[in-house]
């Protein structure tokens, strides 16, 4: 069985807002604030220049007014570009910030939907697994327990069975619809000889644990299509 799922793009990386850079613009903005503060020292001389003629019952330099006008206009512009480079690195950083807020948010999801297809992949491997089971069975008693598996796997959740070895969760299967487990069956499967390995490292156990129950084709409620709680809360497998 081909199993496929269509993950979130994790965006690409946002721009880097190194040290290096945020020096930079720090400088920049001192700059300005520097031609700022010169414009003014020029602005208040000429105040006082005019003041000076004044007192003395003067006329002011001609080009006085012309002066105070460009230097005023040169302190508006700096003023300007100060304000807007603030605002642009402000905007800069909010951006960033909810870039990475988005890149992790799609990364949750990446993982999430990686685990649930994880899950999905060990259900159908093991649910594939104890469907060898029912071959011996006759025409009657296939169906029946065709159907209870299918009712197993519907109710069981593809994010608990990630956690799950594929091992467990056929045990989980054979349990609820109360038959035994044919480890011969498996025997050329991985998961089954990982099983098998660890259950063999295990002083108290020489083979896979098996549930106690009856044969396949003689199953008998859970088989008939009420499957117990085992596909909610799968059984715990000892070491």
Same mark, same amino acid.
Request: net charge negative; hydrophobic share 45%.
């Given at each position: ?15 880097? @807002? ?8 720090? +400088? ?21 220049? +005019?003041?000076? !003629? ?14 105070? *006008? ?10 300007? @570009? ?9 905007? *800069? ?9 988005? #890149?992790? !948010?799609? #990364?949750?999801?990446? #993982? ?13 491997? !093991?649910? *594939?697994? &104890?469907? /060898? ?38 045990? !989980? ?19 089954? #000889? ?5 259950? /063999? ?10 549930? /106690? ?8 409620? +859970? ?7 085992? +596909? *909610?809360?799968?059984?715990? &497998?000892?070491?």
């Amino acid at each position: 069985m081909i199993i496929s799922a269509t993950y979130p793009r994790p965006e690409p990386p946002a721009p880097d @807002l190194s040290d290096e850079a945020r020096a930079r613009g720090a +400088a920049r903005l001192a700059v300005l604030a520097e031609l700022a503060e010169i414009g003014m020292v020029l602005a208040r001389d000429l105040r006082r220049q +005019a003041e000076a !003629a004044a007192e003395a019952g003067q006329e002011p330099p001609a080009d006085l007014g012309l002066k105070f *006008a460009r230097i005023a206009r040169a302190v508006r512009q700096t003023l300007a @570009l100060e304000a807007r480079l603030e605002e642009a690195g402000a905007l *800069a950083a909010a951006q960033a910030a909810g870039r990475a807020q988005r #890149q992790a !948010a799609a #990364q949750r999801e990446h #993982q999430a939907a990686a685990r649930r297809d994880e899950g999905e992949a060990r259900r159908y491997q !093991a649910g *594939a697994a &104890v469907e /060898r089971l029912f071959d011996p069975c006759d025409d009657e008693a296939f169906e029946r327990l065709e159907n209870a598996l299918c009712d197993w796997m519907l109710d069981a959740d593809a994010d608990d069975l990630a956690d799950k070895s594929v091992a467990e969760i056929v045990l !989980a299967i054979c349990r609820d619809l109360e038959i035994t487990p044919d480890w011969s069956l498996w025997a050329d499967e991985p998961w089954a #000889q990982a099983a098998e390995g660890a259950a /063999r490292g295990s002083p108290a156990s020489t083979g896979p644990p098996q549930p /106690r129950s009856s044969p396949a084709c003689g199953a008998g409620a +859970a088989a008939s299509g009420a499957v117990t709680e085992g +596909a *909610a809360a799968l059984i715990e &497998v000892p070491p």
